[in-house]
Protein backbone atom coordinates (compact mmCIF):
# COMPACT_ATOMS: atom_id res chain seq x y z
CA UNK A 1 0.00 0.00 0.00
CA UNK A 2 1.20 3.49 -1.01
CA UNK A 3 2.23 6.11 1.76
CA UNK A 4 -0.81 8.16 0.32
CA UNK A 5 -3.33 4.98 0.92
CA UNK A 6 -2.30 4.39 4.43
CA UNK A 7 -2.39 8.52 5.01
CA UNK A 8 -5.91 8.24 4.72
CA UNK A 9 -6.27 4.78 6.57
CA UNK A 10 -4.36 6.58 9.76
CA UNK A 11 -6.78 9.50 9.55
CA UNK A 12 -9.96 7.60 9.30
CA UNK A 13 -8.44 5.88 12.34
CA UNK A 14 -7.86 9.30 14.14
CA UNK A 15 -11.02 11.00 13.62
CA UNK A 16 -12.69 7.60 14.79
CA UNK A 17 -10.90 7.73 18.23
CA UNK A 18 -11.49 11.53 18.42
CA UNK A 19 -15.66 11.05 17.83
CA UNK A 20 -15.45 8.10 19.95
CA UNK A 21 -13.78 10.19 23.12
CA UNK A 22 -16.05 13.06 22.51
CA UNK A 23 -19.12 10.93 22.10
CA UNK A 24 -18.97 7.22 23.34
CA UNK A 25 -22.32 6.13 22.08
CA UNK A 26 -21.62 8.21 18.11
CA UNK A 27 -21.40 5.49 16.19
CA UNK A 28 -23.91 3.26 17.89
CA UNK A 29 -26.52 6.14 16.90
CA UNK A 30 -25.62 6.52 13.80
CA UNK A 31 -26.65 2.28 13.51
CA UNK A 32 -29.82 3.35 13.23
CA UNK A 33 -30.10 6.93 11.98
CA UNK A 34 -31.10 7.69 8.27
CA UNK A 35 -33.42 10.21 8.61
CA UNK A 36 -32.32 13.04 6.36
CA UNK A 37 -34.68 16.06 6.20
CA UNK A 38 -32.60 16.74 2.93
CA UNK A 39 -31.21 15.32 -0.51
CA UNK A 40 -28.77 17.16 -1.57
CA UNK A 41 -27.89 16.86 -5.29
CA UNK A 42 -24.41 18.59 -5.73
CA UNK A 43 -21.18 18.63 -7.91
CA UNK A 44 -18.70 15.65 -7.50
CA UNK A 45 -15.94 18.84 -6.91
CA UNK A 46 -13.98 17.83 -4.17
CA UNK A 47 -13.46 21.57 -2.63
CA UNK A 48 -17.64 21.35 -2.16
CA UNK A 49 -18.29 18.84 0.89
CA UNK A 50 -21.86 19.31 1.48
CA UNK A 51 -21.79 18.01 5.53
CA UNK A 52 -18.93 20.30 6.06
CA UNK A 53 -20.62 23.56 4.58
CA UNK A 54 -23.54 22.76 6.08
CA UNK A 55 -22.70 22.06 9.63
CA UNK A 56 -24.67 18.89 9.63
CA UNK A 57 -23.69 15.94 10.86
CA UNK A 58 -23.90 12.03 9.21
CA UNK A 59 -27.16 11.03 8.97
CA UNK A 60 -28.90 14.42 8.11
CA UNK A 61 -28.31 15.15 4.51
CA UNK A 62 -28.77 12.23 1.75
CA UNK A 63 -26.13 13.02 -1.19
CA UNK A 64 -26.16 12.70 -4.86
CA UNK A 65 -23.37 14.32 -6.55
CA UNK A 66 -21.74 14.29 -10.06
CA UNK A 67 -20.16 16.38 -12.43
CA UNK A 68 -21.80 19.65 -12.98
CA UNK A 69 -24.80 18.36 -10.91
CA UNK A 70 -26.94 17.50 -13.84
CA UNK A 71 -30.08 15.68 -13.52
CA UNK A 72 -30.70 14.06 -16.32
CA UNK A 73 -34.07 12.08 -17.46
CA UNK A 74 -31.72 9.51 -18.76
CA UNK A 75 -29.80 9.06 -15.68
CA UNK A 76 -31.06 6.06 -13.69
CA UNK A 77 -28.65 6.73 -10.88
CA UNK A 78 -29.35 10.11 -9.96
CA UNK A 79 -33.23 9.36 -10.27
CA UNK A 80 -32.64 5.94 -8.16
CA UNK A 81 -31.54 8.62 -5.79
CA UNK A 82 -34.34 10.79 -6.05
CA UNK A 83 -36.51 8.08 -5.77
CA UNK A 84 -34.78 6.56 -2.97
CA UNK A 85 -35.07 9.90 -0.74
CA UNK A 86 -38.87 11.15 -1.63
CA UNK A 87 -40.48 7.89 -1.55
CA UNK A 88 -38.51 5.62 1.32
CA UNK A 89 -36.43 8.41 3.33
CA UNK A 90 -39.27 10.95 2.90
CA UNK A 91 -36.93 13.64 2.99
CA UNK A 92 -38.75 17.07 2.30
CA UNK A 93 -36.14 18.90 0.92
CA UNK A 94 -34.35 18.85 -2.48
CA UNK A 95 -31.43 20.85 -3.15
CA UNK A 96 -29.59 21.58 -6.24
CA UNK A 97 -26.05 22.91 -5.35
CA UNK A 98 -23.90 24.23 -7.91
CA UNK A 99 -20.70 26.44 -7.66
CA UNK A 100 -18.78 29.45 -9.00
CA UNK A 101 -15.40 28.58 -10.31
CA UNK A 102 -17.23 25.13 -11.64
CA UNK A 103 -14.00 22.79 -13.82
CA UNK A 104 -17.60 21.39 -15.49
CA UNK A 105 -19.21 24.51 -16.46
CA UNK A 106 -15.99 26.07 -17.52
CA UNK A 107 -14.59 22.91 -20.15
CA UNK A 108 -18.52 22.99 -21.78
CA UNK A 109 -17.69 26.50 -22.47
CA UNK A 110 -14.47 26.11 -23.70
CA UNK A 111 -15.35 22.46 -25.42
CA UNK A 112 -12.49 21.51 -23.90
CA UNK A 113 -13.35 17.60 -22.46
CA UNK A 114 -12.93 15.05 -24.40
CA UNK A 115 -14.08 11.45 -24.04
CA UNK A 116 -17.33 10.52 -22.15
CA UNK A 117 -16.76 13.99 -20.14
CA UNK A 118 -17.50 15.49 -23.34
CA UNK A 119 -20.79 13.29 -23.85
CA UNK A 120 -21.46 14.56 -20.20
CA UNK A 121 -21.13 18.08 -20.31
CA UNK A 122 -23.41 18.87 -23.77
CA UNK A 123 -26.10 18.64 -20.67
CA UNK A 124 -24.30 21.79 -19.94
CA UNK A 125 -24.27 23.38 -23.31
CA UNK A 126 -27.93 23.08 -23.92
CA UNK A 127 -28.28 25.15 -20.98
CA UNK A 128 -25.87 27.53 -22.45
CA UNK A 129 -27.76 27.43 -25.31
CA UNK A 130 -31.07 27.61 -23.90
CA UNK A 131 -29.63 31.20 -22.27
CA UNK A 132 -27.02 31.89 -25.12
CA UNK A 133 -28.09 35.85 -25.21
CA UNK A 134 -27.60 36.24 -21.41
CA UNK A 135 -24.27 34.03 -21.20
CA UNK A 136 -22.82 35.66 -24.04
CA UNK A 137 -23.47 39.28 -22.74
CA UNK A 138 -21.15 38.54 -19.65
CA UNK A 139 -17.39 39.13 -21.26
CA UNK A 140 -15.48 38.37 -18.72
CA UNK A 141 -14.13 34.19 -17.96
CA UNK A 142 -14.47 33.67 -14.46
CA UNK A 143 -17.61 35.41 -14.58
CA UNK A 144 -19.54 33.61 -17.41
CA UNK A 145 -18.67 30.57 -15.62
CA UNK A 146 -20.48 31.25 -12.27
CA UNK A 147 -23.08 33.02 -14.42
CA UNK A 148 -23.79 29.66 -16.08
CA UNK A 149 -23.03 27.90 -13.18
CA UNK A 150 -26.34 29.33 -11.65
CA UNK A 151 -28.44 29.31 -14.87
CA UNK A 152 -28.00 25.22 -14.41
CA UNK A 153 -28.77 24.76 -11.05
CA UNK A 154 -32.22 27.09 -12.40
CA UNK A 155 -32.04 24.12 -15.45
CA UNK A 156 -31.66 21.52 -13.06
CA UNK A 157 -33.85 22.28 -10.11
CA UNK A 158 -36.70 22.52 -12.96
CA UNK A 159 -35.89 18.55 -14.09
CA UNK A 160 -36.15 18.10 -10.83
CA UNK A 161 -39.92 19.23 -10.49
CA UNK A 162 -40.38 17.72 -13.53
CA UNK A 163 -39.85 14.67 -12.68
CA UNK A 164 -42.04 11.95 -12.43
CA UNK A 165 -41.10 11.24 -9.03
CA UNK A 166 -41.77 14.59 -7.74
CA UNK A 167 -44.64 14.62 -9.38
CA UNK A 168 -46.17 11.89 -8.29
CA UNK A 169 -45.15 12.96 -4.70
CA UNK A 170 -46.74 16.12 -4.94
CA UNK A 171 -49.88 14.40 -6.51
CA UNK A 172 -49.77 12.73 -3.05
CA UNK A 173 -49.56 16.02 -1.40
CA UNK A 174 -46.19 15.35 0.14
CA UNK A 175 -44.90 18.30 1.62
CA UNK A 176 -41.73 18.51 -0.66
CA UNK A 177 -39.67 21.53 -1.63
CA UNK A 178 -37.18 22.14 -4.39
CA UNK A 179 -34.75 24.73 -4.10
CA UNK A 180 -31.78 25.63 -5.70
CA UNK A 181 -28.06 27.31 -4.10
CA UNK A 182 -25.07 28.00 -5.59
CA UNK A 183 -21.92 27.88 -3.26
CA UNK A 184 -19.14 30.19 -3.04
CA UNK A 185 -15.53 28.93 -2.79
CA UNK A 186 -14.22 32.71 -2.41
CA UNK A 187 -16.25 32.68 0.82
CA UNK A 188 -17.77 29.55 1.88
CA UNK A 189 -21.32 30.87 1.82
CA UNK A 190 -24.04 29.23 -0.10
CA UNK A 191 -26.22 31.66 -1.72
CA UNK A 192 -30.00 31.14 -2.83
CA UNK A 193 -30.41 31.53 -6.67
CA UNK A 194 -34.28 32.42 -5.96
CA UNK A 195 -35.80 28.87 -7.25
CA UNK A 196 -37.99 27.98 -4.24
CA UNK A 197 -41.03 25.31 -5.71
CA UNK A 198 -43.29 22.93 -3.74
CA UNK A 199 -46.89 21.41 -4.61
CA UNK A 200 -48.63 24.32 -5.01
CA UNK A 201 -46.11 26.36 -6.73
CA UNK A 202 -46.35 27.26 -10.86
CA UNK A 203 -42.52 26.22 -12.22
CA UNK A 204 -42.79 29.00 -14.87
CA UNK A 205 -43.22 31.60 -12.29
CA UNK A 206 -40.80 30.38 -10.19
CA UNK A 207 -38.36 29.79 -13.05
CA UNK A 208 -38.97 33.36 -13.90
CA UNK A 209 -38.70 34.80 -10.32
CA UNK A 210 -35.14 32.77 -10.05
CA UNK A 211 -33.80 34.22 -13.47
CA UNK A 212 -34.66 37.43 -13.10
CA UNK A 213 -32.70 37.29 -9.28
CA UNK A 214 -29.73 35.54 -11.69
CA UNK A 215 -29.68 38.39 -14.12
CA UNK A 216 -29.39 41.10 -11.65
CA UNK A 217 -26.75 39.77 -9.97
CA UNK A 218 -24.43 40.05 -12.99
CA UNK A 219 -25.93 43.64 -13.83
CA UNK A 220 -28.35 42.59 -16.71
Same mark, same amino acid.
Given at each position: ??? &??? &? ?10 ? %??? $? ?23 ? $? ?11 ? %? ?49 ? &? ?5 ? %? ?35 ? %? ?14 ? $? &? ?33 ? $? ?13
Amino acid at each position: MTQ &RLQ &RLLDNNRAWARH %EAE $RDPAYFSKLLDQQAPEYLWIGCSDS $RVPANQITGLAPG %EVFVHRNVGNLVVHTDLNCLAVIDFAVDLLQVRHVIVVGHHGCSGVRMALR &RSAGGLA %EHWLRHLQDVQGRHASLVESVTDADEKVNLLAELNVL %EQASNVCESTIVREAW $R &RHADLTVSGWIYSLRDGLLIDVGFNVDGHTDLDSA $RAASLALIRSRYGR
